[in-house]
């Protein structure tokens, strides 16, 4: 469950992360008794994130332009997302804009510091820059102050973060954190650092220990598409494979295996990965099924590649995904041969076969359930690169 970020900035300031004096707004009349003193900023409460690129924060020197600004974002969706609530606070000045992370690692279980000097609305360079340091024994604020050190912070900054890493580490714990991001870390001309963003990520599990928190949470209603794209990007036409990813960092890095060992990817299609997907209104699963019915479109594919990294959805379920297209792709060829027609059952009518690697728990239960069907269910993604290039040969004559 995720907060929105004047929800997170209160629990940071019960923790004495610095934050600075805001007020929720429901409408833009509220501004009119602003308790702040201007200048101040107006930004957008919504669950998505890059609201400052789209538009959502905004800065006002004046009542009327505060009232002004407030109507502008109340009617303005970020990534179809419409905020019921803005967030007015205090301006900041500062010289730089530090990124600060810490998250739970699901693969090796344990929670990770990040960090990067570059933070700020450009994701992108605070990733190129970011620093990692694992938490593999019991929290001390040597950890903080190693991540702090290895951002390339000097002098009195080193301090200031380590500190904040520190209460960031201790509200994680408290609270059952999967997440929690200050990006920016404002840093003022005179040195002082100021939490200007925030974002926390509740673990659903451990919501039951946490009323006062699970009773934050308001759905968010956002006007989404429920289809996905209405077919995959083609790429050679002589391409046998589609490939089928969560995530546009995994696709192009399966794509890039497939072509490596001398493949030829028809087609590929990101599902969208599971976090930062709320908009996003069907399951992972759900979405599974209809990117292979819309790979399936293109009769070049004889071969489906799937690679899937999931931390909340099981591969069983991900497997019963799969089963399900390939039954009904399998009732399909059943028709066609009941209607007696050889021509139609040419290479062109067969279903595709499935390789499909799954990252996740349950692997087992997966494998059990694809063991009686056409799909091939792999843990590790190069026997499956494999596998998917030799199946998408067209076998030798005589063998
Ligand atoms: P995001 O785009 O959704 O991450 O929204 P942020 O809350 O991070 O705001 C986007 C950018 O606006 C930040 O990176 C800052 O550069 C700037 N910003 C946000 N709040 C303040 C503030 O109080 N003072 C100043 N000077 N800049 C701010
Ligand atoms: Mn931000």
């Known amino acids: 469950m995720d907060l929105l970020e004047y929800q997170a900035k209160e629990l940071f300031r019960e923790m004495g992360i610095p934050v600075l004096p805001s007020q929720k707004?429901?409408?833009?009349?509220?501004l009119k008794g602003l308790k702040i003193p201007y200048p101040v900023v107006i930004k957008s409460q919504v669950y998505t994130g890059g609201r400052g690129r789209?538009?959502?924060?905004?800065?006002?020197?004046?009542?009327?332009?505060?009232?002004?600004?407030?109507q502008t974002i109340f009617n303005l969706p970020i990534l179809g997302e419409?905020?019921?609530?803005?967030?007015?606070?205090?301006?900041?000045?500062?010289?730089?804009?530090?990124?600060l992370a810490v998250v739970l690692n699901r693969s090796i279980r344990r929670?990770?510091?990040?960090g990067s000097q570059k933070g700020g609305v450009d994701v992108q360079s605070a990733i190129d820059e970011m620093q990692h340091v694992v938490v593999d024994q019991e929290f001390s604020p040597f950890y903080a102050r190693r991540l702090a050190l290895k951002m390339g912070l000097h002098g009195t900054l080193i301090n200031s973060v380590s500190a904040i890493i520190e209460k960031m580490y201790r509200l994680f714990v408290d609270k059952d954190l999967d997440l929690v991001e200050i990006n920016p870390l404002g840093v003022s001309p005179t040195g002082e650092v100021m939490a200007l963003d925030g974002k926390i990520t509740i673990n659903d599990d451990a919501l039951a220990r946490h009323p006062a928190l699970a009773a934050l949470h308001s759905k968010p209603i956002v006007p989404v598409p429920?289809?996905?794209?209405?077919?995959?990007?083609?790429?050679?036409?002589?391409?046998q494979i589609g490939i089928l990813c969560n995530g546009a960092g995994l696709t192009m890095?399966?794509?890039?295996?497939?072509?490596?060992?001398?493949?030829?990817?028809?087609?590929?299609?990101?599902?969208?990965?599971?976090?930062?997907?709320?908009w996003l209104k069907h399951s992972l699963s759900e979405r599974l099924e209809q990117g292979l019915d819309l790979i399936a479109q293109n009769k070049q594919v004889r071969v489906i590649l799937i690679n899937l990294i999931s931390g909340t959805v099981s591969c069983d379920e991900l497997a019963a995904a799969i089963a399900r297209f390939l039954q009904r792709n399998t009732h399909n060829i059943r028709n066609i041969s009941e209607a007696r027609d050889e021509s139609m059952l040419n290479r062109a009518n067969r279903p595709p076969i499935v390789v499909a690697r799954l990252v996740g728990s349950?692997?087992?239960?997966?494998?059990?359930?694809?063991?009686?069907?056409?799909?091939?269910?792999?843990?590790?993604?190069d026997t499956a690169v494999a596998q998917a290039i030799a199946l998408s040969k067209p076998a030798k004559k005589g063998t």
């Not at 929670?111 to 990040?114: D, G, Q, R, S, Y």
């Open 54 to 70: 789209a538009g959502g924060v905004r800065f006002a020197e004046n009542t009327i332009d505060a009232v002004a600004a407030a």
């Open 253 to 278: 890095a399966t794509m890039d295996l497939v072509c490596q060992a001398g493949g030829k990817p028809a087609s590929f299609m990101n599902i969208g990965g599971e976090t930062h997907n709320i």
């Open 82 to 99: 419409y905020p019921k609530v803005l967030l007015a606070e205090a301006k900041y000045n500062s010289d730089q804009e530090l990124y």
């Open 111 to 114: 929670p990770v510091l990040l």
């Open 226 to 239: 429920d289809r996905l794209p209405e077919a995959s990007t083609t790429l050679d036409p002589e391409g």
């Open 362 to 381: 349950q692997w087992s239960e997966a494998n059990d359930r694809l063991s009686a069907t056409q799909a091939f269910i792999k843990e590790d993604l």
């Open 25 to 30: 707004i429901d409408r833009p009349r509220d």
